[in-house]
């Protein structure tokens, strides 16, 4: 070891990252200079137990544990619950549940993208955009607090629906949102795409190749952006996706060119807010009147699930990918297995050929362009000539900011 | 553009804050004088931003009409809600509740209510502000 770290290359441990996170991670970098030369990713080091609890708990309180496995996705880790139950039980969804589910999961999208686009910001330095599309997103939590009565925590899936309608009334409102949305997309859209700074610093970092993206099968806008034309919403159409008419979103829609760096993952994530709102507005046009829920009676329905044997899969594409729950019931209050796959899990060996060749300075920026959540920077040890040094999250931050300032000269 | 958000940034100038002051434009530096002050007229209170319609906030009970069903305990993820046998009705632990409003919903007599209350801040998990019953 101490023969390895008298030569020109060094290790750098990151991690094990913040217990608030969903996935925990650690790297191990090896550094030549300032070039990453080798990354070695280890995960699995803190376990919530999360399906463990759920196994000792009926479906409809599960619903209320799964939303809480990820702030930010606490629409689609129920729903995607709810759709395996929904398959177990053979509960036929209302139509106009299966807009109003794609009316909510859109709206979560939007919000998703439009933080991790603030957060990216951040990492390269740019405080000032982040301030102003956290603006726009918190636009976009109102919206959610009017429809959902709760700004994070919506509390809106059942097994076999939604729990609130839209009625006539909302649409006026809603109809602000969107336009307020729309209107700031176009701002949001150039200050992104066409800004010297964010060019210098995305374009080139980070690449993932299409062969890697689909050799490590990454998921969501990640593989999107190196040009693998992959999205649950089309190929296994779920809720009410088959009526609408949407596409796949890759960088060649705007750029004519898949190079499946950070700039084009920025691309893909803005261009998706735009279609989110697209496909809110069908679901507004087209929605059917009805019933909002299978079964409203849920004493009933709980009776009704107890009974139920069988196993299923419910897949939803999650804002950052595709997110996979299996549930096995065996005729008991509670199921007999829980087994939750978040899609960043997917995401994280796709750092590896993203990271290789890259700088320090770049760390940041293209670990969270996967869209993880990033408290797994809070500190870095070097350890260099048997000296450590710890960084800090403010001194990677400080690296990242320093390379845009002499990149800008 | 070389710097495409410099206009955005210059038209913020402009901008007042969307920050609401609430209680007070300064944070007071005793609160519960500063409640006692405005109680007595003498201190003005910034009210906070108005809830959504439907929000969920502290649960409100209704213990005349509750048949002691036992419903909203089956349903409660957390386990806020405990049965008292004596008396065939329940108690709600505010600290436990996520405020899902799934007792509401399941309530056959509809004695269960969400509120608009959410200051619910206390030092004590038990304190009497805390439990509905």
Redesign the interface.
């Known amino acids: 070891m101490s023969k390895q770290l008298s030569t020109t290359t060094y290790q750098i441990p990151i991690g094990p990252i913040h217990p608030a996170l969903k996935e925990p991670v650690q790297f191990e970098f090896t550094i030549d200079g300032e070039r990453i030369v080798d990354v070695d990713v280890s995960l699995g080091h803190v376990h919530r137990t999360i399906e463990w609890t759920g196994m000792r708990r009926n479906p409809i309180q599960i619903l209320y544990l799964a939303e809480r496995i990820c702030g930010i996705c606490s629409y689609c880790h129920p729903m995607a619950f709810a759709l395996a139950v929904e398959r177990i039980a053979n509960i036929e969804v209302p139509l106009r549940a299966q807009y109003l589910r794609v009316i909510h999961a859109e709206l979560e999208r939007i919000c998703s993208h439009v933080l991790w686009a603030g957060v990216a910001a951040h990492e390269i330095g740019f405080d000032s955009l982040l301030f102003f599309t956290w603006q726009i997103r918190e636009k976009v939590l109102d919206l959610t607090e009017y429809l959902t009565g709760n700004r994070v925590t919506k509390a809106i899936t059942m097994i076999g629906g939604v729990r609130r309608d839209i009625t006539s009334d909302m649409l006026p409102t809603i109809k602000e949102g969107l336009d307020f949305l729309k209107e700031n997309f176009e701002k949001l859209r150039h200050a992104f795409l066409d800004d010297k700074t964010v060019k210098l610093r995305a374009q080139g970092a980070g690449i993932l190749t299409k062969e890697d993206a689909l050799k490590l099968c990454a998921v969501g806008p990640t593989t999107r952006a190196s040009g693998v034309k992959k999205d649950v919403r089309i190929d296994q159409p779920y809720f009410a996706f088959g009526d609408l008419d949407f596409d796949y979103v890759t960088p060649d829609v705007l750029t004519g060119e898949v190079n499946g760096d950070v700039y084009d993952r920025i691309i893909v994530r803005l261009l998706e807010v735009k279609q989110s709102i697209d496909l809110i507005e069908q679901c507004l046009k087209d929605m059917p009147e009805g019933e909002i829920v299978a079964e409203p009676k849920i004493a009933k329905l709980l009776a009704s699930l107890k009974k139920v044997e069988g196993e299923a899969i419910g897949q939803m594409e999650a804002p950052r990918g595709e997110v996979i729950h299996y549930v096995k019931m065996t005729g008991q209050e509670h199921p007999y297995c829980w087994k939750v796959r978040a899609p960043t899990y997917n995401n994280i060996l796709p750092w590896i050929p993203m990271l290789l060749g890259n700088q320090i300075a770049d760390i940041p920026i293209v670990a969270a362009s996967t869209d993880p959540c990033m408290s797994c920077t809070n500190r870095v040890t070097v350890i260099e000539n048997n000296k450590t040094q710890v960084f800090s999250k403010e001194e990677l931050h400080r690296l990242s900011i320093e390379k845009t300032r002499r990149l800008q000269r | 553009?070389?710097?495409?958000?410099i206009p955005?940034?210059m038209s913020q100038l402009f901008k007042k804050p969307?920050t609401n002051k609430f209680p007070a434009k300064y944070a007071p530096a005793n609160t519960t004088q500063f409640l006692a002050d405005v109680g007595a007229g003498k201190a003005k209170l910034i009210p906070p931003v108005e809830v959504?319609?439907?929000?969920?906030g502290k649960i409100q009970y209704d213990r005349e009409k509750c048949i002691g069903c036992q419903?909203c305990i089956?349903?409660?993820?957390?386990d806020a809600i405990q049965f008292k046998p004596d008396q065939k009705k329940v108690k709600f632990l505010m600290a436990r509740c996520?405020?899902?409003?799934?007792c509401n919903?399941?309530c056959?007599v509809n004695c269960i209510q969400m509120s608009d209350e959410f200051l619910l801040a206390e030092a004590d998990k038990y304190a009497p502000s805390l439990i509905v019953e």
């Not at chain 2, 553009?1 to 958000?5: E, I, S």
């Open positions: 553009m070389r710097f495409a958000m955005t940034l969307h959504p319609p439907k929000f969920r419903l089956k349903v409660c993820p957390t996520c405020f899902c409003s799934q919903d399941v056959p």
